[in-house]
């Protein structure tokens, strides 16, 4: 199944499921990976709405080129505009119009985060019925295209990629997977890492023993009270351990945490991080 611009109508009513549209010179990477997995799951049972289109279509000389060389000079070709507004125009001008924000996956953006996949989801704090994501290529994109067209831009890291399509991937599959019913459980969602501005909790399976490494005995206790509070203590200290600043982005450490820590005998790691009870 496909949701390009080529054979369009192919993809879930937009009615019933939450669309996205992405601009790309590369429908095809985003096409294949999005007919696995989780999101090709949620293609299948018409909860995702994925539309690719061609930017190159929109080109308007014979060779459709896209791109041009940076006026003052410099090493690199720049994303022209005019193919990106026309292809954008196209799709506002359809039946369907076009879904804002609008995107532009940029190094110059904020950084994504879980966050942010909640808002564009439109799941509890958010209200976006779906949205619109721009791939860049070469050394960027036309500023005009930032200034004029786009509503926001959003970065993946701080790294530099050969062009948008990952980047755009990454923010289709953490919204996508946070929409009802595309998990499976949709307690899942909830349970993950940054869900609640922590790391989660340690995970394990059968055999309870495996070469000598035994799954902790809280586990298998079948008190299940005991078993939230051991996985609320274990994400607090993986946090504390290894990502800090999200616990410094919460405002610290609740009381009712550090108890918690100490009822489980974490108290070095709250020594290290400058806590008292």
Same mark, same amino acid.
């Given at each position: 199944?496909?949701?390009?611009?080529?054979?369009?109508?192919?993809?879930?009513? &937009?009615?019933?499921?939450?669309?996205?549209? !992405?601009?790309t010179l590369f429908p095809g990477v985003i096409e294949h990976?999005?007919?696995?997995?989780?999101?090709?799951?949620?293609?299948?049972?018409?909860?995702?709405?994925?539309?690719?289109?061609?930017?190159?279509?929109?080109? /308007?000389?014979?060779?459709?080129?896209?791109d041009d060389a940076?006026?003052?000079?410099?090493?690199?070709? !720049?994303?022209? &505009?005019?193919?990106?507004?026309?292809?954008?125009?196209?799709?506002?001008? /359809?039946?369907?119009?076009?879904?804002?924000?609008?995107?532009?996956?940029?190094?110059?953006?904020?950084?994504?985060n879980? /966050?942010?996949a909640v808002r564009l989801g439109g799941s509890p704090g958010g209200s976006a019925p779906g949205f619109s994501l721009l791939c860049g290529r070469y050394e960027g994109v036309d500023q005009r295209?930032?200034?004029?067209?786009?509503?926001?831009e959003l970065s993946i890291g701080d790294f530099v990629l050969a062009g948008g399509e990952l980047a755009a991937l990454v923010v289709v599959e953490a919204v996508a997977r946070l929409l009802p019913g595309v998990l499976g459980n949709d307690l899942s969602a909830e349970d993950e890492s940054f869900a609640t501005g922590l790391l989660e909790y340690p995970h394990y399976t059968r055999p309870a023993t495996f070469r000598g490494w035994e799954v902790p005995e809280v586990?298998?206790?079948g008190d299940h009270g005991r078993v939230e509070r051991w996985r609320r203590a274990e994400a607090l200290v993986r946090t504390l351990r290894r990502r800090p600043d999200l616990i410094e982005a919460?405002?610290?450490l609740a009381p009712d945490?550090?108890?918690?820590? !100490?009822?489980?005998?974490e108290v070095q790691v709250l020594r290290d991080h400058g806590y008292d009870w």
């Open positions: 199944m496909t949701g390009t611009d080529a054979g369009s109508g192919t993809g879930p009513s &937009p009615g019933h499921a939450f669309r996205i549209d !992405v601009f990976y999005a007919d696995a997995s989780i999101l090709g799951r949620a293609r299948a049972q018409g909860r995702l709405d994925l539309r690719t289109h061609d930017v190159r279509e929109s080109a /308007s000389d014979p060779h459709r080129s896209v940076t006026f003052g000079g410099g090493a690199g070709m !720049v994303l022209a &505009p005019e193919p990106v507004f026309t292809a954008v125009e196209r799709v506002e001008a /359809s039946a369907d119009g076009l879904l804002r924000p609008f995107i532009l996956l940029s190094p110059s953006g904020p950084t994504f879980q /966050s942010t295209v930032a200034d004029h067209l786009v509503d926001e586990l298998r206790s919460r405002g610290g945490e550090v108890r918690l820590l !100490v009822e489980h005998g």
